[in-house]
């Protein structure tokens, strides 16, 4: 049986430190991005100061799961898909009705 694992995390700030560019997720530790510019090959040779490495949009819903990364569509205020780590996170933090407690 296969079990497809999709989580969407949120893009956080990407972090620029030489030529290493790293981003998290803004909600937990998941790491979306950790490469090296001074990996990467082109042609021609890129321009001084040039971000060769492109990062999510800020608050990006980046949907990962196995072999693949992609962007969901989401509409700002609205509530975060049930696939999300947020979410499940959130999920786990609200009681239970306790009994002998109206629900």
């Not at 790491?31 to 001074?38: G, H, K, M, Q, R």
């Not at 962007?71 to 009681?95: F, I």
């Amino acid at each position: 049986m296969y079990v497809r694992m999709i989580i969407v995390h949120i893009a956080g700030f990407p972090i620029r430190v030489g030529t290493h560019v790293r981003q998290r997720c803004a909600w937990c530790p998941h790491v979306l991005i950790d490469a090296n510019e001074a990996n990467v090959a082109v042609y021609p040779a890129p321009k001084p100061g040039e971000q060769l490495i492109t990062t999510y949009q800020l608050g990006a819903l980046v949907e990962v799961g196995p072999g693949f990364t992609a962007l969901r569509q989401h509409e700002d205020g609205a509530q975060l898909p049930p696939e999300s780590c947020a979410s499940r996170e959130l999920d786990a933090m609200v009681p239970t009705a306790v009994a002998g407690q109206a629900e």
